[in-house]
Protein backbone atom coordinates (compact mmCIF):
# COMPACT_ATOMS: atom_id res chain seq x y z
CA UNK A 1 0.00 0.00 0.00
CA UNK A 2 1.37 3.65 -1.06
CA UNK A 3 1.07 6.03 1.40
CA UNK A 4 0.38 10.15 0.31
CA UNK A 5 0.25 12.74 2.34
CA UNK A 6 -2.05 15.98 1.75
CA UNK A 7 -0.76 19.60 1.94
CA UNK A 8 -3.37 22.02 3.07
CA UNK A 9 -0.64 25.03 3.05
CA UNK A 10 0.06 27.93 0.45
CA UNK A 11 2.09 28.28 -2.38
CA UNK A 12 5.11 29.56 -0.23
CA UNK A 13 5.28 26.74 2.07
CA UNK A 14 4.30 24.06 -1.25
CA UNK A 15 8.19 23.16 -2.74
CA UNK A 16 9.27 22.89 1.01
CA UNK A 17 6.97 20.29 1.95
CA UNK A 18 7.24 18.53 -1.40
CA UNK A 19 10.73 18.03 -0.62
CA UNK A 20 10.47 16.74 3.08
CA UNK A 21 8.04 14.16 2.11
CA UNK A 22 9.73 12.66 -0.78
CA UNK A 23 13.05 12.50 1.55
CA UNK A 24 10.83 11.17 3.93
CA UNK A 25 9.63 7.78 1.81
CA UNK A 26 5.99 9.28 1.26
CA UNK A 27 4.81 8.41 -2.28
CA UNK A 28 2.78 10.66 -3.09
CA UNK A 29 1.72 14.36 -2.57
CA UNK A 30 -2.09 15.54 -2.59
CA UNK A 31 -3.65 19.10 -2.55
CA UNK A 32 -7.23 19.81 -2.20
CA UNK A 33 -8.82 22.72 -3.21
CA UNK A 34 -10.10 25.00 -0.03
CA UNK A 35 -8.03 28.17 0.53
CA UNK A 36 -5.68 27.93 -2.11
CA UNK A 37 -5.51 27.15 -6.13
CA UNK A 38 -3.91 23.61 -5.97
CA UNK A 39 -2.19 24.35 -9.64
CA UNK A 40 0.13 26.78 -8.29
CA UNK A 41 1.18 24.78 -5.24
CA UNK A 42 1.52 21.91 -7.61
CA UNK A 43 3.47 23.33 -9.97
CA UNK A 44 5.89 24.16 -7.43
CA UNK A 45 6.20 20.79 -6.04
CA UNK A 46 6.79 19.59 -9.49
CA UNK A 47 10.00 21.56 -9.74
CA UNK A 48 11.14 20.99 -6.47
CA UNK A 49 10.75 16.65 -6.45
CA UNK A 50 11.69 14.10 -8.76
CA UNK A 51 10.18 10.70 -7.09
CA UNK A 52 7.03 11.72 -5.38
CA UNK A 53 3.37 11.54 -7.18
CA UNK A 54 1.65 14.80 -7.57
CA UNK A 55 -2.43 15.49 -7.51
CA UNK A 56 -5.22 17.28 -6.91
CA UNK A 57 -7.33 15.59 -4.04
CA UNK A 58 -9.70 17.47 -5.56
CA UNK A 59 -10.05 20.23 -7.57
CA UNK A 60 -13.47 22.16 -8.36
CA UNK A 61 -14.09 20.52 -12.32
CA UNK A 62 -17.45 22.91 -12.74
CA UNK A 63 -14.96 25.58 -11.91
CA UNK A 64 -13.20 25.41 -14.80
CA UNK A 65 -13.96 24.87 -18.73
CA UNK A 66 -12.82 21.09 -19.97
CA UNK A 67 -9.99 22.72 -21.71
CA UNK A 68 -8.41 25.18 -18.82
CA UNK A 69 -8.16 21.84 -16.82
CA UNK A 70 -6.99 20.15 -20.01
CA UNK A 71 -4.07 22.74 -20.02
CA UNK A 72 -3.52 22.04 -16.29
CA UNK A 73 -3.56 18.94 -16.29
CA UNK A 74 -0.84 18.63 -19.66
CA UNK A 75 1.26 21.41 -18.16
CA UNK A 76 1.73 19.53 -14.86
CA UNK A 77 2.31 16.28 -16.49
CA UNK A 78 5.34 17.62 -18.63
CA UNK A 79 6.58 19.59 -15.95
CA UNK A 80 6.50 16.70 -13.22
CA UNK A 81 8.02 14.31 -15.84
CA UNK A 82 4.51 12.25 -15.82
CA UNK A 83 4.13 12.33 -12.16
CA UNK A 84 0.81 14.30 -11.88
CA UNK A 85 -2.59 12.96 -11.90
CA UNK A 86 -5.59 15.19 -12.10
CA UNK A 87 -8.33 14.25 -9.31
CA UNK A 88 -11.73 15.95 -9.99
CA UNK A 89 -14.82 16.41 -8.19
CA UNK A 90 -18.03 17.84 -8.40
CA UNK A 91 -18.71 19.84 -5.14
CA UNK A 92 -22.24 20.54 -4.11
CA UNK A 93 -24.80 23.05 -5.43
CA UNK A 94 -24.84 25.77 -3.06
CA UNK A 95 -20.73 26.14 -3.63
CA UNK A 96 -21.23 25.83 -7.69
CA UNK A 97 -24.09 28.62 -7.65
CA UNK A 98 -22.47 30.81 -4.40
CA UNK A 99 -19.11 30.10 -4.32
CA UNK A 100 -17.67 30.13 -7.93
CA UNK A 101 -20.94 31.84 -9.86
CA UNK A 102 -21.19 28.83 -12.02
CA UNK A 103 -25.34 27.78 -13.04
CA UNK A 104 -25.61 24.28 -11.37
CA UNK A 105 -26.88 21.07 -13.40
CA UNK A 106 -27.34 17.56 -12.89
CA UNK A 107 -23.34 16.49 -11.84
CA UNK A 108 -23.09 13.04 -12.84
CA UNK A 109 -23.72 13.53 -16.85
CA UNK A 110 -21.48 16.86 -16.51
CA UNK A 111 -18.63 15.15 -14.82
CA UNK A 112 -18.93 12.46 -17.32
CA UNK A 113 -18.99 14.78 -20.56
CA UNK A 114 -15.92 17.15 -18.68
CA UNK A 115 -13.92 13.97 -18.04
CA UNK A 116 -14.50 12.79 -21.73
CA UNK A 117 -14.18 16.25 -22.98
CA UNK A 118 -10.73 16.67 -21.34
CA UNK A 119 -9.46 13.32 -23.24
CA UNK A 120 -10.83 14.53 -26.30
CA UNK A 121 -8.52 18.15 -26.52
CA UNK A 122 -5.40 16.06 -25.38
CA UNK A 123 -6.36 13.53 -28.11
CA UNK A 124 -6.23 16.56 -30.53
CA UNK A 125 -3.55 17.88 -29.18
CA UNK A 126 -1.70 14.44 -29.25
CA UNK A 127 -2.24 13.59 -33.05
CA UNK A 128 -3.11 16.38 -34.56
CA UNK A 129 -6.75 15.57 -35.76
CA UNK A 130 -9.75 17.96 -35.43
CA UNK A 131 -11.54 18.29 -32.31
CA UNK A 132 -14.87 17.74 -32.36
CA UNK A 133 -16.86 16.84 -28.94
CA UNK A 134 -20.61 17.04 -29.05
CA UNK A 135 -22.42 16.39 -26.02
CA UNK A 136 -26.02 18.00 -23.91
CA UNK A 137 -23.16 20.31 -22.07
CA UNK A 138 -20.55 20.88 -23.93
CA UNK A 139 -19.87 21.37 -27.95
CA UNK A 140 -15.95 21.86 -28.95
CA UNK A 141 -15.38 21.98 -32.66
CA UNK A 142 -11.87 24.43 -32.32
CA UNK A 143 -8.23 23.94 -31.65
CA UNK A 144 -5.46 25.59 -33.52
CA UNK A 145 -1.94 24.59 -33.83
CA UNK A 146 -1.49 28.18 -32.44
CA UNK A 147 -3.19 27.15 -29.46
CA UNK A 148 -2.30 23.43 -28.99
CA UNK A 149 0.77 22.48 -26.89
CA UNK A 150 3.67 20.68 -28.68
CA UNK A 151 2.64 16.72 -29.41
CA UNK A 152 6.29 15.95 -28.01
CA UNK A 153 5.72 16.94 -24.40
CA UNK A 154 2.80 14.01 -24.05
CA UNK A 155 2.68 12.12 -21.52
CA UNK A 156 -0.28 10.35 -20.26
CA UNK A 157 -2.16 11.75 -17.75
CA UNK A 158 -5.02 10.01 -15.09
CA UNK A 159 -7.84 11.45 -14.40
CA UNK A 160 -9.20 10.05 -10.77
CA UNK A 161 -12.88 11.40 -9.77
CA UNK A 162 -14.25 11.57 -6.31
CA UNK A 163 -17.54 10.70 -4.86
CA UNK A 164 -19.69 9.32 -1.66
CA UNK A 165 -22.72 8.28 -3.13
CA UNK A 166 -23.76 5.40 -5.80
CA UNK A 167 -24.09 7.37 -8.71
CA UNK A 168 -20.78 9.19 -8.16
CA UNK A 169 -19.23 5.86 -7.48
CA UNK A 170 -20.53 4.12 -10.66
CA UNK A 171 -19.07 6.74 -12.80
CA UNK A 172 -15.59 6.36 -11.79
CA UNK A 173 -16.02 2.54 -12.15
CA UNK A 174 -17.38 3.69 -15.83
CA UNK A 175 -14.68 6.14 -16.88
CA UNK A 176 -11.87 7.05 -14.39
CA UNK A 177 -8.23 5.70 -13.99
CA UNK A 178 -8.80 6.04 -10.06
CA UNK A 179 -11.75 6.62 -7.12
CA UNK A 180 -10.99 9.01 -4.88
CA UNK A 181 -12.24 7.81 -1.60
CA UNK A 182 -14.12 10.62 0.77
CA UNK A 183 -12.82 10.59 4.49
CA UNK A 184 -16.25 10.40 5.80
CA UNK A 185 -16.70 6.41 5.08
CA UNK A 186 -16.73 3.27 7.40
CA UNK A 187 -15.33 0.05 6.40
CA UNK A 188 -18.73 -1.35 6.01
CA UNK A 189 -19.54 1.15 3.86
CA UNK A 190 -16.31 0.60 1.95
CA UNK A 191 -16.68 -2.94 1.53
CA UNK A 192 -20.82 -3.30 1.08
CA UNK A 193 -21.03 0.18 -0.97
CA UNK A 194 -18.37 1.40 -2.75
CA UNK A 195 -16.71 -1.71 -3.91
CA UNK A 196 -19.64 -2.92 -5.29
CA UNK A 197 -20.87 0.37 -7.21
CA UNK A 198 -17.00 0.46 -8.68
CA UNK A 199 -17.33 -2.94 -9.65
CA UNK A 200 -21.10 -1.97 -11.45
CA UNK A 201 -19.52 0.77 -13.37
CA UNK A 202 -16.40 -1.10 -14.85
CA UNK A 203 -18.41 -3.67 -15.73
CA UNK A 204 -20.62 -1.41 -17.90
CA UNK A 205 -17.47 -0.15 -19.48
CA UNK A 206 -16.47 -3.64 -20.49
CA UNK A 207 -13.18 -3.75 -17.96
CA UNK A 208 -11.98 -4.82 -15.06
CA UNK A 209 -12.02 -3.03 -11.53
CA UNK A 210 -8.06 -3.51 -11.02
CA UNK A 211 -7.71 -0.89 -13.78
CA UNK A 212 -9.63 2.04 -10.94
CA UNK A 213 -6.91 2.84 -8.49
CA UNK A 214 -8.36 3.09 -4.94
CA UNK A 215 -7.34 6.38 -3.19
CA UNK A 216 -8.07 6.61 0.29
CA UNK A 217 -8.32 9.29 2.37
CA UNK A 218 -8.43 8.32 6.80
CA UNK A 219 -9.27 9.69 9.62
CA UNK A 220 -6.60 9.22 11.90
CA UNK A 221 -6.33 9.72 16.02
CA UNK A 222 -2.77 10.07 17.27
CA UNK A 223 -1.13 10.76 19.78
CA UNK A 224 1.59 9.80 22.51
CA UNK A 225 -0.30 10.54 24.99
CA UNK A 226 -3.26 10.61 26.58
CA UNK A 227 -3.82 14.44 26.65
CA UNK A 228 -2.86 14.30 22.56
CA UNK A 229 -5.19 11.38 21.63
CA UNK A 230 -8.14 13.72 23.35
CA UNK A 231 -7.20 16.73 21.69
CA UNK A 232 -7.11 14.16 18.21
CA UNK A 233 -10.04 12.87 19.26
CA UNK A 234 -12.03 16.74 19.61
CA UNK A 235 -10.52 17.42 15.99
CA UNK A 236 -11.56 14.69 14.36
CA UNK A 237 -15.20 14.91 16.16
CA UNK A 238 -15.73 18.16 15.03
CA UNK A 239 -14.95 17.30 11.06
CA UNK A 240 -16.72 14.19 10.98
CA UNK A 241 -19.35 16.40 12.61
CA UNK A 242 -19.05 19.52 9.87
CA UNK A 243 -19.18 16.73 7.27
CA UNK A 244 -21.80 14.81 8.24
CA UNK A 245 -24.18 17.98 8.67
CA UNK A 246 -24.41 18.15 4.49
CA UNK A 247 -26.86 16.16 2.68
CA UNK A 248 -24.48 15.08 0.24
CA UNK A 249 -22.99 12.20 3.18
CA UNK A 250 -26.05 11.19 4.28
CA UNK A 251 -25.84 7.89 2.52
CA UNK A 252 -22.84 7.04 4.92
CA UNK A 253 -24.82 7.41 7.71
CA UNK A 254 -28.25 6.09 6.82
CA UNK A 255 -25.81 2.86 5.59
CA UNK A 256 -25.64 2.39 9.65
CA UNK A 257 -28.91 3.53 10.90
CA UNK A 258 -27.86 7.17 12.03
CA UNK A 259 -30.14 8.87 9.84
CA UNK A 260 -31.81 10.74 12.45
CA UNK A 261 -28.23 12.34 13.84
CA UNK A 262 -27.43 13.56 10.25
CA UNK A 263 -30.73 15.28 10.02
CA UNK A 264 -30.30 17.35 13.47
CA UNK A 265 -26.74 17.94 12.28
CA UNK A 266 -27.84 19.66 9.33
CA UNK A 267 -30.75 21.56 11.16
CA UNK A 268 -27.72 22.62 13.91
CA UNK A 269 -25.78 23.72 10.66
CA UNK A 270 -28.60 26.09 9.37
CA UNK A 271 -28.87 27.63 12.31
CA UNK A 272 -25.16 28.44 12.24
CA UNK A 273 -24.71 26.73 16.28
CA UNK A 274 -21.17 24.82 15.01
CA UNK A 275 -20.38 24.41 18.68
CA UNK A 276 -22.79 22.01 19.26
CA UNK A 277 -22.38 19.74 16.80
CA UNK A 278 -19.13 17.52 17.85
CA UNK A 279 -21.64 16.55 20.75
CA UNK A 280 -23.71 14.20 18.46
CA UNK A 281 -21.15 12.27 16.94
CA UNK A 282 -21.26 9.36 19.71
CA UNK A 283 -18.07 7.21 20.35
CA UNK A 284 -19.54 4.27 18.66
CA UNK A 285 -19.49 6.74 15.35
CA UNK A 286 -15.81 7.53 15.82
CA UNK A 287 -14.55 4.46 16.46
CA UNK A 288 -16.60 3.92 12.87
CA UNK A 289 -15.13 6.61 10.78
CA UNK A 290 -11.71 6.46 12.77
CA UNK A 291 -8.68 4.50 13.73
CA UNK A 292 -6.85 5.60 16.98
CA UNK A 293 -3.56 5.01 18.53
CA UNK A 294 -0.05 5.86 19.18
CA UNK A 295 2.16 6.70 16.18
CA UNK A 296 3.92 3.28 16.84
CA UNK A 297 0.37 1.37 16.50
CA UNK A 298 -1.16 3.75 13.64
CA UNK A 299 0.57 1.88 10.40
CA UNK A 300 -0.74 -1.54 11.53
CA UNK A 301 -4.47 0.00 12.74
CA UNK A 302 -4.85 1.30 8.88
CA UNK A 303 -3.43 -2.16 7.81
CA UNK A 304 -6.00 -3.98 9.31
CA UNK A 305 -8.68 -1.73 8.34
CA UNK A 306 -7.60 -1.43 4.80
CA UNK A 307 -5.38 -3.95 3.31
CA UNK A 308 -6.68 -5.12 -0.01
CA UNK A 309 -8.93 -2.50 -0.06
CA UNK A 310 -7.27 0.68 -1.29
CA UNK A 311 -3.93 1.31 -2.94
CA UNK A 312 -3.10 4.53 -1.45
CA UNK A 313 -4.16 5.92 1.77
CA UNK A 314 -3.53 9.54 3.15
CA UNK A 315 -4.09 10.30 7.03
CA UNK A 316 -6.85 13.24 6.63
CA UNK A 317 -5.18 16.19 8.45
CA UNK A 318 -2.26 17.93 9.72
CA UNK A 319 -1.02 16.26 12.51
CA UNK A 320 2.83 15.66 12.17
CA UNK A 321 5.24 17.27 9.72
CA UNK A 322 6.60 15.39 6.89
CA UNK A 323 9.72 14.69 7.65
CA UNK A 324 8.96 13.82 11.19
CA UNK A 325 10.01 10.17 12.07
CA UNK A 326 6.06 9.40 12.07
CA UNK A 327 5.90 9.91 8.52
CA UNK A 328 9.43 7.52 8.00
CA UNK A 329 7.81 4.73 10.39
CA UNK A 330 4.34 4.88 8.63
CA UNK A 331 5.72 4.78 5.02
CA UNK A 332 8.32 1.73 6.56
CA UNK A 333 4.87 -0.09 7.51
CA UNK A 334 2.63 0.19 4.95
CA UNK A 335 5.22 -0.75 2.21
CA UNK A 336 5.82 -4.10 4.08
CA UNK A 337 2.70 -5.29 3.28
CA UNK A 338 1.96 -4.29 -0.63
Known sequence: MKLDITFWGGPEQA????????????????????????????????????????????????????????????????????????GLGTQVRGHIERRFGVPWTQPIPKLRETVQVIRAVWESWRSGERLNYHGEHYKLTLMTPFFSPDPAEYRRVPISTAGVNAASIRLAGEIADGFHLHPIHTRSYLVEVVRPRLEEGAARAGRSPDEIEMIGSAFVICGRTDAEREKARTAVRQQIAFYASTPSYRAVLAHHGWSEVQERLADIARRGEWDEMPELITDEMLAEFAVEGTPEEIGDLLLRRYEGLVDRLSPYGETYPPDDRFWRDLASTLHSRG
Open 15 to 86: ADFARKAESAGIDGVRVPETRHNPFISLALMAQATNRVQLGTAVAVAFARSPTVLAHLGWDLATLSGGRFDL
